[in-house]
């Protein structure tokens, strides 16, 4: 007489060890909150979503960059509102001293005081900047024109918003030969001249602002739009590499009981085996 494997024992044992196996890995699931740990688990979800985490990342930098640039903007314009509050009483000034009841002691205390408004238009000019890039002119010294800004809000190199320079000094806005007039120089006919020229100095101002404001609203438009694409990537990724907490939790509690049968059945099979010896001897 044989005794021959004990081949329910074997599949017993099979679908135990199988079970056991994808019950470990559904508790990892759980406990890391991720579907897929490791490339095996998933190779091409984890492809896509690495790159959706990726793509995700950047944006984040596009979004801080545009806020970074969006600071520099309204730096520049509160600095350009204050050189257009001096400009209005530069022109309050001169149509003071445009009229014939002002004496020319008062023409001349007016034209020290201009040319003390004018210089601290150009103080703002030399001062304002941003991480020490100069907004209103070339640098601190150096009264040319800015440097353009270039702003990079896309991972692509082509995603830019621009800004082109201007000269917000007296220079840029034709009042440097008002600044340096000479003693005793601002006479009613001057005074009269210089009051057209001031409103063409305001409306240069004016558009150097524009230009910021407009700016401006194109990078808070690109902020509004990159959040909301942002927030798309996140969930598109999270439902490839995160778990379904409610499936997953399903799946173990049916694996457990699995294991629990495997566990049953392997020693029923091992009984078995055990009473047939304890018959054949007894």
């Known amino acids: 007489m044989r005794l021959?494997?004990?081949?329910?024992?074997?599949?017993?044992?099979e679908s135990y060890s199988n079970n056991s196996k994808l019950l470990s890995e559904s508790l990892r699931r759980l406990s890391t909150g991720l579907r897929i740990n490791s490339a095996s688990d998933d190779p091409s979800g984890l492809a896509i979503a690495d790159k959706l985490r990726t793509q995700a990342s950047s944006v984040q930098q596009s979004?801080?960059?545009?806020?970074?640039?969006i600071a520099m903007t309204q730096i520049a314009d509160k600095a350009m509102a204050e050189q257009s509050n001096i400009i209005d009483i530069v022109k309050t000034k001169l149509m003071q001293a445009s009229t014939d009841t002002t004496t020319d002691a008062g023409r001349e205390a007016i034209r020290k005081d201009i040319s003390k408004l004018?210089?601290?238009?150009?103080?703002i000019a030399s001062q304002t900047n941003y991480n020490g890039n100069y907004l209103l002119q070339n640098n601190h010294s150096n009264t040319d024109i800015s440097s353009d800004k270039v702003f990079q809000i896309g991972e692509k190199a082509a995603n830019t918003i621009e800004l082109k320079g201007v000269q917000s000094n007296t220079i840029g806005l034709g009042l440097d030969t008002l600044k340096n007039l000479g003693a005793n120089s601002l006479d009613i006919t001057v005074a009269r001249d210089w009051l057209d020229d001031i409103d063409n100095s305001l409306t240069t101002l004016n558009t150097f602002r524009s230009e910021f404001g407009s700016t401006q609203n194109q990078l808070e438009s690109s902020v509004r739009y990159m959040i909301t694409l942002k927030t798309n990537l996140k969930a598109s990724e999270s439902v490839i590499r995160d778990v379904d907490y409610a499936k997953e939790?399903?799946?173990f509690s049916r694996l457990n009981i699995l294991v629990q049968a495997g566990m049953f059945a392997m020693a029923q099979a091992n009984k078995m085996q055990e009473n047939i010896l304890r018959y054949l001897f007894r």
Do not use: C, K
């Open 4 to 13: 021959y494997t004990n081949v329910a024992g074997l599949i017993a044992y």
């Open 63 to 69: 979004i801080e960059n545009a806020n970074s640039a």
């Open 118 to 123: 004018l210089g601290q238009l150009d103080n």
């Open 249 to 251: 939790a399903a799946e």
